[in-house]
């Protein structure tokens, strides 16, 4: 798949009321620019912490919580998903992009050629575990994403891609956070 | 001393009710009480900054939280408090036992012992011991988490909890 195609439509996807967390460079980059709003949370630095912030998110709130993960940011926490299967956080869909590399930083290999981050989800016991490496499997998990049972973990195996090619997130980190919690009061009751 | 359920029970008047740990000898009868207490909810982590990070994104949603954790763990969170919590503005009342208090421990706890406080003046992370007068220091982390939105830290002493 390609990698820039594969986070566009689940990007585009999003409902109005969903909320979604990025990791740090092309997810948060890509989000930004194709369809920044305020029910995003984008995630600047501290690689391997989207999943933690996205699960305690999850704990607290009864609104559909999409994180958008990498394969080297969540080999950087693993034991994340320790808790994400074994809480039953049933609001909570855990996409990784896996391009097999840092993407961010020179497309450096991560160990995702020979391991498989979804045979470690349902390990981890996360409730709906789909992996995607056609065009025909991402169609039906794109038809599918709405009304997967959480936790899910969805694993799209892309190519890598070049993150200069999106402009850095133009939001300050505080006006980050200031914003989604705004969104989190005017939608009402967390 | 202070007593466990009296440190609960403020924690809850204060609206303090998200909290996530990892667990330390000192905090035994906290974790303990605060695991079966119905108006808690205790989430343990398998690292600090998991931790940092579920009370975080707790935050995000609106509540206030707090996390539990032994000094050694600070040095797992220094990314997650100078590229996460200190520039997005995400106060979070932090618990951190001090092993190694005037080096009186077990070696692996004597450098983090010695450094905790400069490490945390370094950061610019407003801390605090917890004494007696335990809702007056409770007071002032919240007061100095309003002021500036930044996490704060209150520091255990060995004893302190009962």
């Known amino acids: 798949m390609n990698c820039i195609e594969a986070m566009e439509k689940v990007i585009l996807s999003l409902k109005e009321e969903d909320l979604a967390l990025f990791n740090l460079g092309l997810n948060s980059r890509m989000a930004y620019s194709l369809k920044d709003r305020k029910g995003n949370f984008y995630m600047l630095g501290s690689m391997g912490l989207v999943s933690s912030v996205g699960l305690g998110l999850a704990l607290n709130c009864d609104k559909k919580v999409v994180i958008f993960d990498g394969d080297g940011s969540l080999l950087m926490d693993m034991g994340i998903m320790s808790m994400i299967g074994v809480l039953k956080c049933k609001n909570l869909i855990h996409i990784v992009f896996d391009n097999e590399a840092y993407c961010s930083t020179g497309n450096q290999t991560t160990y995702c050629e020979s391991i498989d981050l979804a045979s470690a989800a349902e390990v981890y016991w996360y409730k709906t575990v789909i992996k995607v490496k056609s065009i025909q499997e991402y169609d039906d998990f794109l038809s599918s994403l709405h ?44 | 001393m202070v007593k466990v359920s009296d440190l609960w029970d403020y924690l809850k008047l204060k609206k303090y009710t998200f909290c996530s740990s990892v667990p330390c000898s000192m905090l035994k009868k906290l974790l303990d009480s605060g695991i079966k207490d119905p108006e808690i909810t205790l989430i343990p982590a398998v690292k600090e900054n998991v ?18 954790m032994q000094n050694s763990g600070l040095g797992n969170i220094i990314n997650a408090l100078t590229s996460f919590n200190l520039i997005y503005k995400i106060p979070v009342l932090m618990f951190l036992t001090w092993r190694g208090f005037e080096s009186k421990d077990a070696p692996e706890h004597l450098i983090m012992g010695e450094k905790m406080a400069p490490l945390l003046d370094l950061l610019e992370v407003p801390h605090r011991l917890l004494t007696d007068s335990y809702r007056d220091d409770i007071s002032w982390a919240i007061h100095e988490m309003d002021n500036k939105s930044i996490p704060v830290v209150l520091i255990l002493k060995k004893g302190i909890l009962r």
């Open chain 1, 147 to 190: 009304s997967l049972e959480g936790p899910a973990f969805c694993l799209i195996k892309t190519d890598t891609c070049n993150v200069k090619d999106f402009p850095r997130v133009a939001l300050s980190p505080a006006e980050i956070t200031e914003r989604f919690r705004a969104n989190m009061v005017s939608q009402g009751k967390p």
């Open chain 2, 51 to 68: 931790a940092l990070g579920l009370a975080s994104g707790a935050y995000l949603a609106g509540k206030k939280s707090c996390v539990f």
